[in-house]
């Protein structure tokens, strides 16, 4: 590789602190002089901005992700002998906290063009379920585009199960003119500095409209207090710390600008590689992407890998093994669009720290290699 030629990954932490140095700096700042490091105004402000952003009734600020989904399928009653229905294309967390509930997950076909949750899938797994022990839904959010919501809620409502959308991975993305994280029970966001809004660290979030469910998720999160010292039932520790809460307060107003940014990238890619053997992110009618990841596929994708690898470029593969063919989570299933969406996918470069001219450079060496 040219040394001249700087290096390109799928995500870029570090660009996304310097393009909100001064802010995030002041904010940091701020906290260390207040004296107050968890629980106090900044977690309080950043709730109701992270709500009023999405259009959401309101918000529980967690420690991450994976136990904003936790806590919020045990808000909404999940645990021991019931069954969760998600995809098997997800990070393991998804999983993860659906196990920890104490409920068994059940994995849903993906359409084999957005590679997001089927509908017509899900009703067939919800029909075959005559003891109704799949309480809860959990379609994800994967890559930046929202799930075919409308249905997968009306489906759900059918047979009576709650809806839990995983939204780690598309803050601001929209169905229907409506945020994802508005249209389930309750919604998971995940702030691991690499999503589209980041935290420098780990954090989380419960959105949602269901009052006396994000009321609870506030128990569980700090050992089932209701007041001090008294346990109301059985919680955890799952803060969302006030540097972090601060962090995200100064990077929210740039969340739909930088949005925006990855969108003109992710037209970009489409436009250069229409005509190559890749087969081309889908963007279903109705919804607006977050352009999380910009993922494409091809067979060939350990040599389209390597050949990018050679020229300074480092791909992320989101994700290669569906959960239920990996050891801590086999189970007896087999979902050939999922396994094929696994052993395709490949996210090529996309975060606001580049420039068109790198999202250029990367087309290129995309054509070269095939
Ligand atoms: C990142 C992510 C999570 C987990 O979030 P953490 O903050 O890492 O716990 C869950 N689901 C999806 C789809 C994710 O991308």
């Known amino acids: 590789m040219p040394d001249t030629l700087r290096q390109l990954y799928s995500a870029d932490p570090k660009a996304g602190y310097l393009a909100a140095k001064a802010e995030i700096d002041a904010a940091v700042a701020r906290v260390l002089a207040s004296g107050t490091y968890i629980h106090g105004r900044e977690l309080a402000a950043f709730e109701s901005e992270f709500a009023a952003f999405l259009g959401a009734r309101g918000c529980a600020g967690v420690a991450n992700g994976t136990d904003a989904i936790e806590l919020a399928l045990r808000a909404l009653g999940i645990g021991a002998g019931d069954r969760v229905a998600t995809v098997a294309n997800t990070v393991t967390a998804t999983v993860a906290a659906i196990v920890a509930t104490g409920a068994e997950p059940v994995f849903v076909e993906i359409e084999s063009d957005t590679m997001l949750m089927d509908a017509r899938a899900l009703e067939v797994v919800l029909r075959a379920d005559t003891e109704r022990r799949i309480k809860a839904v959990v379609p994800v959010h994967l890559y930046g585009q929202a799930c075919d919501m409308p249905e997968i809620v009306a489906v759900a409502l059918a047979h009576g199960a709650k809806v839990l959308e995983d939204c780690a991975q598309a803050h601001g993305a929209t169905v229907s003119g409506r945020t994802a994280g508005t249209w389930g029970d309750l919604a998971a966001f995940s702030f691991y500095p690499t999503k589209n809004l980041g935290a420098l660290g780990d ?116 994700y290669p093994v569906p959960i239920y063919r990996q050891p801590g989570y086999a189970g007896d299933v087999a979902r050939p669009l999922t396994e094929k969406a696994c052993a395709e996918v490949i996210s090529l470069p996309l975060h606001p720290g580049l420039t068109v001219a790198d999202v250029e450079r990367v087309a290129a060496a995309v054509r070269a290699a095939l």
Do not use: M
């Not at 269901?210 to 209701?226: F, H, I, K, P, S």
């Not at 929210?252 to 990855?262: D, F, G, Q, S, W």
């Not at 890749?278 to 091809?298: E, I, K």
């Open 203 to 318: 954090g989380g979030a419960v959105v949602g409209g269901d009052a006396g469910a994000l009321e609870r998720v506030r128990l569980l999160r700090q050992y089932g207090w209701r007041t001090r010292y008294v346990s109301d039932e059985h919680g955890r520790n799952s803060r969302l710390d006030e540097l972090q809460a601060a962090i995200l307060r100064a990077r929210l107003p740039r969340l739909a600008a930088e949005n925006a940014y990855r969108a003109q990238f992710a037209a970009r890619y489409l436009e250069l590689l229409a005509g190559t053997p890749v087969r081309l992110p889908v963007v279903a009618a109705g919804r607006t992407h977050v352009w999380h990841q910009f993922v494409v596929r091809t067979a060939k994708r350990e040599a389209l890998r390597a050949a990018l690898e050679a020229q300074g470029i480092f791909c992320g593969v989101l």
